[in-house]
């Protein structure tokens, strides 16, 4: 089976960075991806990795290692618009991609 | 320029009558998928298309979920005798490819579907 464990909630000061952790368990693995999605809204792309190591996208950054099964959403420069829902999701080379159960995070000023 | 697009925007039927919800994806792209979200719950894998054909069905909840896509564009899902666990956001997203996690994903806005 495919799963996909991060914390359901994090909250940060606008302007300080933040790490949203993602612990995956699949049978075959092909890459860790991240997705952003405010409320009533729908989830838009936000970085992909397929190799061990940090991939970075102007604030935000992703992490990925392949022998701990782990992965992490760097964001910084936090800003109040970044409160949202964080999903990280795998592939398994099939075409489908299984999504965690989110990361709900809050900047408060 | 269009993005993804879904229809209706919300829907709301009474338990045991059918539904059919619509996406149109972004043009020229081949892979289609559905996911359900439930209030405040991840995205949960229904069913990918790659053209015309659906070589991944394995998400489906049950007999009662079927979907069909024609053209190589639109696709429609159906639910059957809708009941009340089938109220959540229906997401449709469609890629150019269909790499997986590395071939981005564009979603629709979703298809809020309340079972009374």
């Known amino acids: 089976g495919q799963s996909l464990e991060q914390p359901s909630e994090v909250t940060a000061v606008e302007g300080a960075i933040v790490q949203i952790n993602c612990t995956y368990q699949?049978?075959?693995?092909?890459?860790l991806s991240w997705y952003q999605q405010h409320d009533g809204g729908a989830p838009t792309f936000l970085s992909y990795?397929?190799?061990?190591g940090l991939e970075e996208t102007g604030r935000f950054s992703s992490f990925l290692s392949r022998s701990d099964s782990y992965g992490y959403l760097l964001l910084q420069e936090l800003q109040m618009k970044d409160s949202a829902s964080y999903f990280c999701?795998?592939?398994?080379?099939?075409?489908?991609?299984?999504f965690g159960t989110g990361t709900r995070l809050t900047v408060i000023p | 320029g269009a993005g993804v697009s879904q229809s209706p925007s919300n829907k709301v039927t009474e338990k045991g009558k059918d539904v059919e919800l619509r996406c149109d994806p972004i043009?020229?792209?081949?892979?289609l998928y559905w996911y359900r979200q439930s209030l405040g719950q991840g995205l949960e894998f229904l069913i990918y298309f790659q053209g015309n054909s659906a070589p991944d069905k394995s998400g489906l909840p049950s007999d009662r979920f079927s979907a069909e896509r024609t053209g190589g564009s639109v696709s429609t899902l159906t639910i059957q005798r809708t009941q009340q666990e089938d109220s959540a956001v229906y997401l449709c997203?469609?890629?150019?490819?269909?790499?997986?996690?590395?071939?981005?994903?564009?979603f629709g806005p979703g298809t809020r579907l309340t079972v009374l």
């Open positions: 997203a469609s890629s150019p490819t269909s790499g997986g996690a590395s071939d981005t994903q564009y």
């Open positions: 699949t049978s075959g693995f092909y890459g």
């Open positions: 990795n397929a190799l061990d």
């Open positions: 999701a795998s592939s398994t080379g099939a075409n489908n991609l299984f």
């Open positions: 043009s020229g792209h081949t892979a």
